[in-house]
Nanobody, 123 residues
Framework: VQLQASGGGLVQAGDSLRLSCVAS????????MGWFRQAPGKEREFVAT????????HYAQFVMGRFTISRNGAQNTVFLQMNSLKPEDTAVYYC?????????????????WGQGTLVTVSS
C-alpha cells in the first residue's frame, strides 16, 4: 500500500497550487482521506479530510474558503486545491488514508501516510 503525494512547489503569495495523492496497492474507495501539513519547527497539523464513499468534507479553520479537498470517481486519487496561498501555508503537505469511511482530523486515526510534498509560499 502506497500513497504518493505530488504537486508542491515554490509560489508567490496569492497564487494557487493543486496537490495530488495517488493511492495504490488496494482499493481506497471506502477510505476516508486526509491532508495534513508540517511547517518547519512545528507540529504536524490537520488541513482537510473527505469521507470514503461520500462527499462529506471537513476543513481546518485556517484554510476554510481557500482550500478544497476532492477525490476522483475511482476514488484512488485525492486532491487539495489551494487558492490564495499565504506565506504561513509554507509546509510539507502529507496525504493520509483511514481504513474507516468517517472523515477525521485526528492523525492517529489514519493508517497509511504518503511521503509529503513541499509547498513554499514567498511573500
Amino acid at each position: 500500500v502506497q500513497l504518493q503525494a505530488s504537486g508542491g512547489g515554490l509560489v508567490q503569495a496569492g497564487d494557487s497550487l493543486r496537490l495530488s495523492c495517488v493511492a495504490s496497492g488496494r482499493s481506497f474507495r471506502g477510505y476516508a482521506m486526509g491532508w495534513f501539513r508540517q511547517a518547519p519547527g512545528k507540529e504536524r497539523e490537520f488541513v482537510a479530510t473527505i469521507a470514503g464513499g461520500s462527499s462529506t468534507k471537513h476543513y481546518a479553520q485556517f484554510v476554510m474558503g481557500r482550500f478544497t479537498i476532492s477525490r476522483n470517481g475511482a476514488q484512488n486519487t485525492v486532491f487539495l486545491q489551494m487558492n490564495s496561498l499565504k506565506p504561513e501555508d509554507t509546509a510539507v503537505y502529507y496525504c493520509a488514508a483511514d481504513s474507516s469511511p468517517w472523515p477525521t482530523a485526528t492523525m492517529s486515526d489514519y493508517d497509511y501516510w504518503g511521503q509529503g510534498t513541499l509547498v513554499t509560499v514567498s511573500s
